[in-house]
């Protein structure tokens, strides 16, 4: 470059916007690469958020950053919150990307604003390419029946939420539900309804469990929730009250009528546990209630009806 960049900053705080003008066409094509290349080293959105965020600094200082994609559910905040902002929509072509919002306490120039849209060009083909990512990333994990996360998401998701809590000591707790007799439902009333009849029981297992609760589907007519910041008595909290929900309920699906009931094995996480050993002990819990009538719960030794 041919000025530090410093210089450059400190040249658009004392101009207008025609010496902006001039000051964008030094602003090289080298530093574009340069910026360009950094933000390809991510497929995070909040990760080039970050980055793209660090780069701009240089030049316009900030002191918060705030991007939403609503369509992805993706919300990175970062820094703090000031008086005056600076926000786009972001769009490469008819694609929209999300809204991108600079604060800080003093109000952004006109040179300033000049510069920054110059420098969002770089910004749009990388999250272009993120968001894509994420969102082959979020299909690859959704159930496609229930809408809700699947086994694979689970597998993922365990290894890091037990990591999470043994090093924070906080408590954790796992839940495996089974639809008691639901291949009855098939053989009378077809697949059809029993597709339906799991759609219903996934979106009342989701009224019940708390927001910061972990939902999927384990496969067939088995489902898991993960609790965080749990312990035993909030565990079979949660799991009666799913339970007696289910059962109260009934579910109506392409005129049937029908009448069910889950069973659920609980475990809380352990100093040592593992999430085969957490699972394991769910599993043992759920197989216990099955075999022991159905429509209850089961935790260590002890059955809750």
């Given at each position: 470059?041919?000025?530090?960049?410093?210089?450059?900053?400190?040249?658009?705080?004392?101009?207008?916007?025609?010496?902006?003008?001039?000051?964008?066409?030094?602003?090289?094509?080298?530093?574009?690469?340069?910026?360009?290349?950094?933000?390809?080293?991510?497929?995070?959105?909040?990760?080039?958020?970050?980055?793209?965020?660090?780069e701009v600094a240089a030049l316009i200082p900030h002191q918060g950053v705030r991007y939403r994609n609503d369509d992805l559910d993706v919300l990175v905040k970062l820094g703090t919150q000031a008086r005056h902002s600076c926000s786009y929509?972001?769009?490469?072509?008819?694609?929209?990307?999300?809204?991108?919002?600079?604060?800080?306490?003093?109000?952004?120039?006109?040179?300033?604003?000049?510069?920054?849209?110059?420098?969002?060009?770089?910004?749009?083909?990388?999250?272009?390419?993120?968001?894509?990512?994420?969102?082959?990333?979020?299909?690859?994990?959704?159930?496609?029946?229930?809408?809700?996360?699947?086994?694979?998401?689970?597998?993922?998701?365990?290894?890091?939420?037990?990591?999470?809590?043994?090093?924070?000591?906080?408590?954790?707790?796992?839940?495996?539900?089974?639809?008691?007799?639901?291949?009855?439902?098939?053989?009378?009333?077809?697949?059809?309804?029993?597709?339906?009849?799991?759609?219903?029981?996934?979106?009342?297992?989701?009224?019940?469990?708390?927001?910061?609760?972990?939902?999927?589907?384990?496969?067939?007519?088995?489902?898991?929730?993960?609790?965080?910041?749990?312990?035993?008595?909030?565990?079979?909290?949660?799991?009666?009250?799913?339970?007696?929900?289910?059962?109260?309920?009934?579910?109506?699906?392409?005129?049937?009528?029908?009448?069910?009931?889950?069973?659920?094995?609980?475990?809380?996480?352990?100093?040592?546990?593992?999430?085969?050993?957490?699972?394991?002990?769910?599993?043992?819990?759920?197989?216990?209630?099955?075999?022991?009538?159905?429509?209850?719960?089961?935790?260590?030794?002890?059955?809750?009806?």
């Amino acid at each position: 470059m041919n000025k530090p960049l410093q210089h450059i900053a400190d040249a658009i705080n004392g101009r207008g916007l025609s010496g902006s003008r001039s000051l964008l066409h030094d602003f090289t094509l080298e530093k574009e690469l340069e910026i360009a290349q950094s933000l390809q080293t991510s497929l995070d959105p909040t990760r080039l958020i970050e980055l793209f965020s660090k780069e701009v600094a240089a030049l316009i200082p900030h002191q918060g950053v705030r991007y939403r994609n609503d369509d992805l559910d993706v919300l990175v905040k970062l820094g703090t919150q000031a008086r005056h902002s600076c926000s786009y929509k972001l769009n490469l072509g008819d694609e929209p990307l999300g809204k991108l919002t600079f604060r800080r306490n003093r109000k952004f120039t006109d040179a300033e604003i000049a510069t920054l849209e110059h420098m969002l060009c770089t910004l749009l083909y990388p999250l272009r390419n993120a968001l894509l990512y994420q969102d082959a990333l979020q299909l690859a994990q959704k159930d496609p029946l229930t809408g809700i996360c699947n086994r694979a998401a689970l597998d993922e998701t365990l290894q890091r939420e037990l990591s999470h809590a043994q090093r924070r000591e906080t408590g954790c707790a796992l839940l495996i539900l089974d639809i008691d007799h639901f291949k009855d439902v098939n053989d009378r009333y077809g697949h059809i309804v029993g597709d339906c009849a799991i759609r219903a029981i996934a979106g009342m297992v989701a009224a019940c469990k708390r927001d910061g609760d972990l939902l999927f589907r384990y496969g067939g007519e088995e489902f898991v929730v993960l609790m965080r910041d749990a312990d035993l008595e909030g565990a079979v909290l949660l799991a009666e009250r799913i339970r007696g929900h289910i059962e109260r309920n009934p579910c109506i699906c392409s005129g049937a009528d029908l009448h069910m009931t889950v069973s659920i094995g609980v475990s809380i996480l352990q100093p040592h546990d593992s999430p085969v050993s957490l699972f394991a002990r769910a599993d043992q819990s759920l197989y216990r209630a099955k075999r022991d009538g159905r429509n209850r719960i089961c935790v260590a030794e002890d059955c809750y009806q």
